[in-house]
T-cell receptor, first 114, second 113 residues
């Protein structure tokens, strides 16, 4: 079974530029998560989708971050404009719908903002 | 407020020695508890999870964890550490309805030959 795919793996941009990350979850997983992991910290949930609807985006900085999950499968996370403090690894995870299901993580995208 | 605390930022053990990584949580309801491992450049891999039932949970790679409700703890253990266990370990807690999920700040494990 294929795992969670993410691209790109690495991205370097200047501050105030925009960037987008892509995630393809495990087939059949209705729930998709985006996390931000700053160096030396644990992952922080940014947004959670159930199919193509948003379940929780309370920690998403909506003035610069946006995410969508069209057709309830792939998802993109965008930052516009980027700030230095956005430098982090952005992790995508997916799980089956319903309570208590295990999240499976992709390899992440390491973003460096200069 | 919900939180997960991993009090040890770095731990170094000798290969073959036993290991215990500490995790304490603060949660108002019955939690789901997880341990994940993250090797350099890799995504997070689930080691084990606790939902209900037996409080001693067995996981992959020879790891186990014990849920102690009275101490709000979910410590990870391994009787004999291998050099390949060097990685960062994260404890996480999830809500029963799974709409909220919180990670601790992680413990980096170094293994001495």
């Amino acid at each position: 079974e294929a795992g969670v795919a993410q691209s790109p793996r690495y991205k370097i941009i200047e501050k105030r530029q925009s960037v987008a990350f892509w995630c393809n979850p495990i087939s059949g997983h209705a729930t998709l998560y985006w996390y931000q992991q700053i160096l030396g910290q644990g992952p922080k949930l940014l947004i959670q989708f159930q199919n193509n609807g948003v379940v929780d985006d309370s920690q998403l900085p909506k003035d610069r971050f946006s995410a969508e999950r069209l057709k309830g499968v792939d998802s993109t996370l965008k930052i516009q404009p980027a700030k230095l403090e956005d430098s982090a690894v952005y992790l995508c995870a997916s799980s089956l719908a319903g309570t208590g299901n295990t999240q499976y993580f992709g390899p992440g995208t390491r973003l460096t903002v200069l | 407020a919900q939180s997960v605390t991993q009090p040890d930022i770095h731990i170094t053990v000798s290969e073959g020695a036993s290991l215990e990584l500490r995790c304490n949580y603060s949660y108002g309801a019955t939690p789901y508890l997880f341990w994940y491992v993250q090797s350099p450049g890799q995504g997070l891999q689930l080691l084990l999870k606790y939902f209900s039932g037996d409080t001693l949970v067995q996981g992959i790679k020879g790891f186990e964890a014990e849920f102690k409700r009275s101490q709000s703890s979910f410590n990870l253990r391994k009787p004999s550490v291998h050099w390949s266990d060097a990685a960062e370990y994260f404890c996480a807690v999830g809500a029963v309805d799974f709409n909220k999920f919180y990670f601790g700040s992680g413990t980096k494990l170094n293994v001495k030959p």
